[in-house]
């Protein structure tokens, strides 16, 4: 058999209804979802439960529950911070960001399935699932870092403090979460992998 530019459409469009279809389950309405999209409500949030810390990179810190259920993370687009630390006379540098209305920096709260499996890790496990999403829409995030004076090319190695400030996080169905003021330090300035 050839097939020809206008013979091969033909046979291929049944595929493609098909594999369209298998896209979308039905929920308990009848109505059709995409099987990608969390439209559950979250679990309860016990921020308590974020008892262990992280930090790499330039600059990446975060706060996880130990059963990997939740993550919390803090994190900039300001490259460079951990070179300035290294570079200024006292090895510090600071960086201040109002999560309102700058956007060099990010807080994300997370809820799922092994989530302390997923920061600094450039290797993503079968078993690592995100359920659920808020992002910061208001309060302070800054980050403080000491650099220990040493550098190994495109790596400065130092302890970051983070802290925030008046942080409040919403989901994308508006729901939001109050995140208290807290403070927590990690060494960063390494290239997890």
């Known amino acids: 058999m050839t097939l020809s530019k206008t ?3 033909k046979l291929l469009t049944p595929l493609l209804l098909l594999s369209a279809v298998a896209c979308y389950e039905k929920d308990d309405t009848g109505d059709t979802a995409d099987s990608t999209v969390d439209t559950g409500t979250p679990a309860a949030v016990d921020l308590s439960s974020l008892d262990r810390e992280i930090g790499c990179s330039d ?3 975060s706060r996880y ?3 990997g259920s939740l993550l919390l993370e803090a994190s900039t687009t300001s490259e460079g911070l951990t070179e300035t630390a290294f570079n200024a006379s006292d090895k ?18 997370h809820q799922g399935v092994d989530l302390h499996l997923y920061p600094c890790d450039d290797v993503i496990e079968e078993t690592e699932e995100i359920t659920h999403t808020w992002t910061a829409t208001s309060g302070t995030l800054e980050f403080t870092v000491v650099s220990d004076g040493t550098s190994s090319g495109p790596e400065y190695p130092g302890e970051a403090t983070v802290t925030l400030t008046g942080v409040v996080v919403t989901d994308a169905d508006g729901a939001s ?4 003021d807290s403070t927590w330090t990690g060494s960063v300035g390494w290239l997890p992998g």
Do not use: F, H, K, R
């Open 65 to 67: 529950a130990s059963d």
């Open 177 to 180: 979460l109050s995140i208290p």
């Open 92 to 109: 510090t540098a600071t960086l201040s960001v109002n999560l309102a209305t700058e956007s060099t920096g990010q807080v994300q709260l």
């Open 59 to 61: 600059l990446y810190m």
């Open 7 to 9: 013979t091969l459409p």
